[in-house]
């Protein structure tokens, strides 16, 4: 196939179709009427030789030949508007921007919060919607589809058109009630594996590894769950009020209350240092909105690289200009 016989608008119909799965959605999306976008799609199915988008029921459901390919023709989509675009002065005081971020758990709890605060201080009409991180591979596809703008977390290696820069290390540790009958202090590997505990269950796919259950099951054990939760401060509470253990990232914990209900303690289970990175897409690499959004975020996240106990009460961050 010779590009130079491919009308390369048929690309921006076939990634609308993608999107909205519906004709007239994505008619819509594009400016064009609901005929002229049928008779695109005739042409697409015409050009890659397969149906391409099939009805079932109300919707318009990619077949496998279409989802192999959105995603190179969204970038290279991306690529072009990249090309065309004007560079402008981005003056975030005056910006409507939103900004789609990925995060884990512990990042959302510990770092979100002082973002949102500067922003309100020195961008009030910036918006930033936050999802919760999924899996290396996952962040990665939806960063380059445009579903998110940055990923924070554990995210194992780039790949492609990702760009990855580590922002800090944070550890697990185990966690106790002050009030713990049976544990002052420090806690050993039988005490560990004697006790109850209670397992943040989102915590499990954000790509910690080892995890402490990974590590237990190498060596043939397995820690008694009596309760998985999926939010973090339910799991403080109940840690607190009972004699449950839990283990967490260090990073989380600084980012929660009742520290002071709270025994935070080095885990028995010899676990690597975790480390948290930012990620990010070529095409918005060298955006001047873009690149002022991240330099917020990892300045941000730089406050909280002085280690343990250094966090709880945080300087405002200055923001760059």
């Given at each position: 196939?010779?590009?130079?016989?491919?009308?390369?608008?048929?690309?921006?119909?076939?990634?609308?179709?993608?999107?909205?799965?519906?004709?007239?959605?994505?008619?819509?999306?594009?400016?064009?009427?609901?005929?002229?976008?049928?008779?695109?799609?005739?042409?697409?199915?015409?050009?890659?030789?397969?149906?391409?988008?099939?009805?079932?029921?109300?919707?318009?459901?990619?077949?496998?030949?279409?989802?192999?390919?959105?995603?190179?023709?969204?970038?290279?989509?991306?690529?072009v508007e990249t090309a065309l675009e004007k560079p402008s002065d981005f003056r975030?005081?005056?910006?409507?921007?939103?900004?789609?971020?990925?995060?884990?758990?512990?990042?959302?709890?510990?770092?979100?919060?002082?973002?949102?605060?500067?922003?309100?201080?020195?961008?009030?009409?910036?918006?930033?919607?936050?999802?919760?991180?999924?899996?290396?591979?996952?962040?990665?596809?939806?960063?380059?589809?445009?579903?998110?703008?940055?990923?924070?977390?554990?995210?194992?290696?780039?790949?492609?058109?990702?760009?990855?820069?580590?922002?800090?290390?944070?550890?697990?540790?185990?966690?106790?009630?002050?009030?713990?009958?049976?544990?002052?202090?420090?806690?050993?590997?039988?005490?560990?594996?004697?006790?109850?505990?209670?397992?943040?269950?989102?915590?499990?796919?954000?790509?910690l590894n080892p995890s402490p259950d990974g590590l237990l099951k190498r060596e043939?054990?397995?820690?008694?769950?009596?309760?998985?939760?999926?939010?973090?401060?339910?799991?403080?509470?109940?840690?607190?009020?009972?004699?449950?253990?839990?283990?967490?990232?260090?990073?989380?914990?600084?980012?929660?209350?009742?520290?002071?209900?709270?025994?935070?303690?080095?885990?028995?289970?010899?676990?690597?240092?975790?480390?948290?990175?930012?990620?990010?897409?070529?095409?918005?690499?060298?955006?001047?909105?873009?690149?002022?959004?991240?330099?917020?975020?990892?300045?941000?996240?730089?406050?909280?690289?002085?280690?343990?106990?250094?966090?709880?009460?945080?300087?405002?961050?200055?923001?760059?200009?």
């Amino acid at each position: 196939m010779r590009l130079s016989n491919v009308d390369l608008n048929l690309l921006v119909t076939f990634d609308a179709l993608h999107r909205e799965c519906s004709v007239a959605r994505a008619a819509r999306r594009v400016g064009l009427s609901p005929s002229a976008m049928s008779h695109s799609l005739a042409r697409l199915r015409e050009l890659f030789d397969d149906p391409l988008f099939v009805r079932s029921g109300v919707r318009m459901t990619p077949t496998a030949r279409a989802e192999s390919i959105a995603q190179d023709v969204r970038a290279a989509l991306d690529h072009v508007e990249t090309a065309l675009e004007k560079p402008s002065d981005f003056r975030p005081e005056q910006s409507h921007q939103t900004f789609r971020v990925g995060a884990s758990n512990d990042v959302q709890i510990a770092l979100l919060p002082i973002l949102l605060s500067t922003l309100r201080e020195r961008a009030p009409d910036v918006q930033v919607e936050i999802s919760d991180a999924r899996t290396g591979e996952q962040t990665q596809h939806e960063l380059s589809a445009g579903s998110i703008d940055l990923a924070i977390g554990y995210l194992g290696r780039a790949t492609g058109a990702v760009r990855l820069q580590k922002l800090l290390d944070t550890r697990i540790v185990s966690l106790a009630s002050v009030a713990h009958p049976r544990v002052r202090g420090s806690l050993n590997l039988d005490q560990y594996l004697e006790e109850s505990h209670v397992a943040i269950r989102s915590a499990a796919p954000l790509g910690l590894n080892p995890s402490p259950d990974g590590l237990l099951k190498r060596e043939g054990l397995r820690r008694r769950i009596a309760a998985r939760v999926d939010n973090p401060e339910v799991a403080l509470l109940i840690v607190a009020r009972s004699d449950l253990l839990c283990s967490a990232s260090e990073l989380m914990v600084q980012g929660l209350a009742r520290l002071d209900e709270i025994q935070v303690l080095d885990h028995p289970l010899p676990m690597p240092g975790q480390a948290i990175s930012g990620a990010w897409h070529t095409r918005t690499h060298a955006d001047p909105m873009h690149q002022w959004f991240r330099k917020l975020v990892f300045r941000i996240a730089e406050r909280w690289s002085g280690g343990p106990g250094s966090h709880h009460l945080l300087p405002r961050v200055a923001i760059p200009r």
